[in-house]
């Protein structure tokens, strides 16, 4: 009788636990009669050698052997002839690995190599060695609103629906072709050539800042005028708001500025350090505004911070949250700017071209606190006729991200004389938001604390995405900008005399842009501060006509407007 054994299995995991007592029972048999049992055993033996992923009998790459390979690559070799001997460090960095080659102290080759097959993965010098973000990686920005197929179409409808067709020739359709040019550099950040992309900025910026002036400092301007009925904009807005929302929740990544932003309300929540008291895989981020983190504070509270830089659907909720409001926020802008139909049409044109326009989307897409900006920056027009809240509105878009300060002496005395009562309470309820923003850190860690990490990071920084930080000379030229920029800001709290809000608008773009035009690192997100200023600038203005203001003490009233005391004067 045949004696009963518990079936045998592969003693190697990577088998997944096969039974091997069919192959043990099997009675093989040559043509001599003989077994090949073994021969069954041998060949599985080998056949888990050439297994795909089978851990327990393959080796990887030593770090010994991964430094051997790394300093046969090209790049590293250039880099050698370039600055003779290199020392070098490896590490392993989520499993890769890392060599790094340094000459005098600098690191300048990286070597990515993967353990499993032995090969060098990646290779960078220049810049590409310390900034991740300039290496062309898929998803690190704007995710799948990076895709040929939905970024082109994005920037066809934005065409489609805005250009006057009637008239396609007028300077509003040159305009619209350069708010898209930012695509073209673009197009090569995200292959990685960073020394294309950033100098590629500086003509679109130039001949927008250009644009704001004219209008803001003539009060008139060739505006945008689609030939779209008021209705088919606004259903386009809100089919492409729909869009942009769910593409936000299928795809897209937090990167570290939202992340910051939610480690920071959760520092505030449970009444902990807000500087200086960061985890170290975000140690910067502690750099902007307590606003900013303010204003995340209720979406850690439905989400709370898990303690890693997880999935984050706290920054997710905040993201769609500012563009919603962004969005919301200009309709209502059209509106109280004209009565009647034209206040209809323009709300629904502005609708539309917040969310058409491909980097409204892509900070949507970054999970981004760059749309908090503009949010405040939109309700400052929206209280253009009430100081005290101008003032609100003014600090707590200085205290997100620091550049909106510039246009502070503008806002203190529109409407009103330098030293009369409108610019006072302007003063008054700025000074007072941004002590009551401040009132904590200034305890705990301390304003000088906060100074470092905040406005002093950000001077001293430096970076390849800045025509500053890759041409080496080039710093009295943009002290030059910076100062021309400050005297700006003085020169318009005083002059155009008397503004109306298209004018603020554009000349707030204006300032803006003139600082981003010195910002030692610039980046795409940033496009969205000044955007809808910009949009307001280009779609409220009339060609040839005059704006009127609001009415200014001790001076001649304008001609009697639709608009409430408490509303800005409309544009007509």
């Excluded at 005028?225 to 299928?250: C, D, E, H, S, T």
């Excluded at 009369?420 to 309470?425: I, T």
């Excluded at 000044?530 to 040839?544: I, Q, T, W």
Aim: aromatic share 12%; net charge positive; with cysteine.
């Amino acid at each position: 009788m045949r004696s009963q054994t518990a079936p045998r299995k592969c003693p190697n995991p990577a088998c997944g636990g096969v039974n091997l007592e069919p192959f043990g029972q099997m009675p093989l048999r040559g043509a001599d009669g003989r077994h090949f049992r073994g021969a069954v055993w041998l060949l599985l033996i080998a056949a888990l050698f050439l297994v795909p992923g089978s851990t327990a009998w393959a080796s990887e790459t030593s770090g010994a052997k991964a430094l051997e390979i790394a300093d046969r690559d090209a790049k590293v070799i250039d880099q050698r002839e370039k600055n003779g001997e290199l020392t070098h460090s490896v590490s392993k960095v989520d499993g890769r690995w890392e060599v790094a080659y340094f000459a005098g102290g600098e690191e300048v080759a990286l070597a990515i190599v993967d353990p499993r097959s032995g090969e060098v993965r990646e290779s960078w010098t220049g810049y590409q060695v310390l900034w991740k973000m300039a290496r062309g990686y898929e998803g690190s920005f704007g995710h799948k609103l990076n895709a040929p197929y939905v970024f082109l179409p994005l920037c066809v409808l934005f065409l489609v629906g805005l250009i006057d067709w009637r008239r396609p020739w007028r300077v509003a359709t040159l305009d619209l072709l350069v708010l898209l040019g930012f695509g073209v550099s673009n197009f090569f950040f995200n292959r990685a050539e960073v020394g294309v992309s950033v100098p590629l900025t500086y003509p679109v910026l130039l001949y927008l800042l250009g644009r704001a002036l004219w209008i803001g400092l003539r009060g008139s301007g060739s505006g945008i005028r689609p030939v779209w009925p008021a209705g088919w904009l606004a259903i386009a807005a809100l089919f492409l708001i729909g869009f942009r929302v769910g593409l936000n929740m299928a795809d897209s990544g937090t990167i570290d500025v939202g992340y910051a932003g939610v480690v920071g309300a959760d520092r505030i929540a449970h009444g902990e350090a807000l500087y200086d008291n960061f985890p170290a895989d975000v140690s910067q981020g502690d750099t902007y505004g307590p606003a900013n983190y303010a204003a995340y504070v209720p979406f850690e509270a439905i989400w709370p911070w898990r303690g890693s830089w997880d999935d984050l659907p706290a920054a997710h909720g905040a993201a769609v949250a500012f563009d919603l409001l962004a969005a919301a926020l200009l309709v209502w802008l059209g509106l109280r700017i004209r009565p009647g139909p034209a206040g209809r049409k323009l709300a629904a044109t502005l609708a539309f071209a917040w969310a058409a326009y491909p980097y409204t989307a892509y900070a949507l897409e970054s999970n981004s606190n760059d749309t908090l900006v503009a949010v405040f920056l939109i309700a400052v027009l929206l209280a253009l006729a009430r100081p005290a809240l101008r003032g609100v509105f003014a600090a707590l878009s200085a205290l997100t991200k620091f550049a909106p300060v510039v246009l502070a002496p503008m806002l203190a005395t529109y409407s009103a004389a330098k030293k009369g009562p409108a610019a006072r309470v302007f003063a008054a309820s700025f000074l007072l938001t941004t002590a009551v923003l401040l009132a904590w850190p200034a305890v705990d860690p301390g304003l000088h604390t906060v100074y470092d990490r905040t406005i002093a990071y950000q001077a001293d920084r430096d970076s390849p995405f800045s025509i500053w930080g890759q041409v080496d000379g080039l710093e009295p030229l943009r002290i030059a900008i910076l100062v021309a920029t400050a005297l700006l800001a003085l020169a318009f709290a005083v002059w155009p005399r008397r503004k109306s809000l298209v004018q603020v608008a554009a000349l707030s773009a204006a300032l803006l842009i003139s600082l981003q035009l010195t910002a030692q690192h610039w980046f795409y997100l940033y496009i969205v501060w000044f955007y809808p200023l910009l949009l307001v600038a280009l779609m409220a203005a009339e060609g040839g006509e005059g704006y009127p203001t609001l009415p200014v003490r001790g001076r001649s009233e304008p001609a009697p407007s639709h608009a409430r005391s408490s509303q800005p004067a409309p544009a007509r």
